[in-house]
């Protein structure tokens, strides 16, 4: 049971992950603005509504990439 939720968690923070990288790229070539969050989750490889598993709204995702680890 200890190994499956450190799995998950692995997984979720490399899918986290993948959402921040994703926006990131997109924010700075195509500025915050003009970055949809549907462009963000086709980038990521997920669904639209997956990005909004982890991030509750654009801005918060804009937060997480300042913010930084």
């Known amino acids: 049971m200890r190994m499956s939720r450190t799995v998950n968690v692995a997984l979720r923070e490399k899918k986290r992950q993948q959402i921040i990288d994703a926006a990131s790229s997109l924010f700075s070539t195509?500025?915050?603005?003009?970055?949809?969050?549907?462009?963000?989750?086709?980038?990521?490889?997920?669904?639209?509504?997956?990005?909004?598993?982890?991030?509750?709204?654009?801005?918060?995702?804009?937060?997480?990439?300042?913010?930084?680890p």
């Open 30 to 68: 195509r500025g915050f603005f003009a970055t949809t969050v549907s462009e963000i989750a086709k980038e990521a490889g997920m669904s639209h509504a997956a990005v909004f598993t982890y991030f509750s709204s654009k801005e918060e995702l804009l937060d997480a990439i300042i913010q930084g």
